[in-house]
């Protein structure tokens, strides 16, 4: 059994790194069928892997008892959307084909970080626990956390979110998107889509990026992932980005910026007190009032359904960018799902979070069975309403 999970945490390594390699290069507007052929291909390929890494055979099933002796503890994000329902999924598939124990919990919101860190800290005491799963909701609140886990010998896989400060030692392995890929997915076929308007433009054009917060790397990275790939292709075409709106974003992007006064373009970047939908409606509705704005990007699922709820007074979204605001989302569920098929909402960038509590749980047991591990980058992938029912991209489009 050791041998054949190791082979399986190898297969999807090795499926999500030549994917990464790839870049986003493969995903390109939604006008190019080729380019979505080869996005498919990708998610074809990465969603083999993940099913390698969740299938065992019958014959592994005298050895899974062994597994049994592992417990491990499970952290979400919260529970507030179907995206963590997803990978709790995951975890439990795969916990039940490896005989293993998990006790999972999480936060009712992303901003409830106090809560996940007490989350945390029980975790660290459960007796006989083996590991423990992460998906913090903030980059630093929980260092102190994986200091006491580490001086127990408690190893801690992270997914979704990676922990760059954590202490040396105290973080095995991170299974996650390439955040900052993926956010540059969605910059690629939401520019693609607004090109043409950009180009013809005789005045400052506004393009508006909804991020539920500021402190998880995977939200931070997603959001500059976008400004950063918006402003290199608006660079590319002429055209000179100014960021304004959260320090954050501001402070930390990469791209080259000009003033406000002296842009063509300029990416204003909101952020919501707290990380729920009616907030992120709020900043949103403050954007799509504008009237130079023509495009909107929501960088969770959260953030894209609150751009949705936004558009329920304005109705401002479609995509026709000659006639209507383009809005990109991220993640899936049945609000962003069924904007994209009506017509609301151009597109969306999907993760695979059923793969990542899959992988998980391979990584934890490999660890708890004496195995080396390492990171587990797995990828995002752009869809629409010509290949969101596609076989390669249905399976990522959870409820």
């Not at 054949?4 to 493969?26: F, I, P």
């Not at 959001?223 to 954050?248: C, M, P, Q, R, S």
């Not at 699922?301 to 709820?309: F, H, S």
């Not at 909402?345 to 999907?350: D, E, F, L, P, S």
Request: hydrophobic letters at 45%; aromatic letters at 6%; glycine letters at 8%.
């Amino acid at each position: 059994m050791k041998k054949k999970v190791l082979a399986s945490l190898l297969c999807v390594a090795m499926a999500a790194t030549m994917v990464v390699g790839c870049g986003s290069s493969a995903d390109t507007s939604a006008d190019a069928p080729a380019a979505d052929d080869a996005a498919a291909d990708d998610a074809a390929a990465d969603d083999a892997a993940a099913d390698d890494a969740a299938t065992d055979d019958a014959a592994a099933t005298d050895d899974a008892a062994a597994g049994g002796d592992y417990h491990f503890e499970i952290i979400v994000k919260s529970y507030q959307s179907s995206y963590w329902q997803a990978a709790v999924k995951g975890v439990e598939q795969e916990a039940a084909k490896l005989g293993v124990t998990y006790n999972c919990t999480g936060p009712n919101a992303e901003s409830d970080i106090a809560d996940q860190v007490n989350m945390l800290n029980n975790a660290i005491n459960v007796d006989g626990v083996d590991g423990i799963g992460l998906a913090a909701c903030d980059q630093s609140a929980c260092l102190d956390a994986l200091q006491a886990a580490m001086d127990k010998g408690i190893p801690v896989v992270c997914f979704d979110s990676g922990i760059p400060d954590a202490p040396e030692g105290s973080v095995l392995s991170t299974v996650a998107t390439d955040n900052y890929g993926a956010g540059a997915t969605a910059a690629e076929n939401l520019y693609a889509g607004l090109k043409d308007k950009i180009a013809a433009a005789t005045a400052p054009v506004r393009i508006g990026e909804v991020n539920q917060e500021a402190t998880s790397e995977s939200i931070i990275n997603r959001g500059l992932g976008f400004i950063d790939k918006f402003a290199e292709l608006a660079k590319a075409d002429g055209k000179t980005v100014a960021v304004i709106g959260n320090d954050k974003y501001v402070n930390d992007a990469k791209a080259e910026t000009v003033a406000e006064a002296e842009a063509d373009i300029i990416i204003e970047v909101a952020v919501p007190a707290q990380t729920t939908v009616e907030l992120c409606a709020t900043e949103a509705s403050v954007i799509m009032n504008k009237a130079d704005t023509i495009g909107m990007f929501g960088s969770n699922q959260v953030a894209a359904e609150g751009i949705l709820t936004a558009n329920e007074n304005l109705n401002v979204l479609g995509t026709d960018p000659e006639t209507s605001v383009l809005a990109a989302g991220f993640d899936a569920g049945s609000v962003i799902k069924g904007a994209i098929t009506d017509g609301k909402m151009y597109g969306a960038v999907t993760q695979s979070p059923l793969a990542m509590g899959i992988t998980t749980i391979d990584t934890l047991y490999a660890i708890a069975s004496g195995q080396t591990v390492s990171d587990v980058p797995t990828q995002g992938y752009w869809y629409n309403a010509d290949n969101m029912n596609d076989d390669s991209i249905a399976p990522n489009l959870y409820d």
